[in-house]
């Protein structure tokens, strides 16, 4: 579904279907933010290759942060390009979804790639300690998971 039509910037008005979910999943959100994540439904905010929020998504997500209780998780796999250059470019793909689904397990839906091999997470409702301790459990995982790609 295109958002805009012949020049114009007006955008499609969201499905009151969409809107409801939003209000239900999302409750403390304002009837603006609602609606305003409600339209990038129908535009589209996911990330093709893991399923996770893209960047527009992740903008999103990050307008609606309490900074007294909520906490991002930025994650950049520092090691990722040999994988790409080295094995193949499925591999790395392959290592990008497999990266996507743990932090999806780990932090839900509000998980995002924003970038080739940057992905973040937000965690709401968190002490600092609870959400440093979720953090080291992701990176635990991810550290000792065995990423096996097809050559």
Do not use: C
């Not at 805009?4 to 209000?23: F, M, N, T, Y």
């Not at 990330?47 to 307008?63: A, P, S, V, Y």
């Amino acid at each position: 579904m295109g958002a805009l039509e012949r020049g114009s910037k007006r955008q499609q008005p969201a499905p009151a279907d969409i809107v409801d979910r939003v209000r239900a999943e999302h409750h403390e959100y304002n009837e603006a933010q609602a609606l305003k994540l409600a339209r990038s439904d129908v535009r589209g905010v996911t990330d093709r290759l893991t399923g996770l929020l893209d960047g527009n998504g992740w903008d999103l997500i990050k307008e609606t942060a309490n900074p007294e209780t909520d906490h991002v998780l930025d994650v950049d796999m520092k090691q990722f390009k040999p994988i790409n250059d080295k094995i193949s470019r499925d591999a790395g793909d392959t290592v990008l979804r497999m990266v996507g689904d743990l932090l999806r397990k780990h932090f839900g839906d509000e998980s995002a790639r924003w970038g080739g091999d940057e992905f973040a997470a937000m965690l709401r409702g968190l002490d600092f300690e609870t959400a440093t301790a979720k953090a080291e459990a992701f990176r635990q995982e991810v550290a000792q998971h065995k990423f096996r790609v097809k050559n």
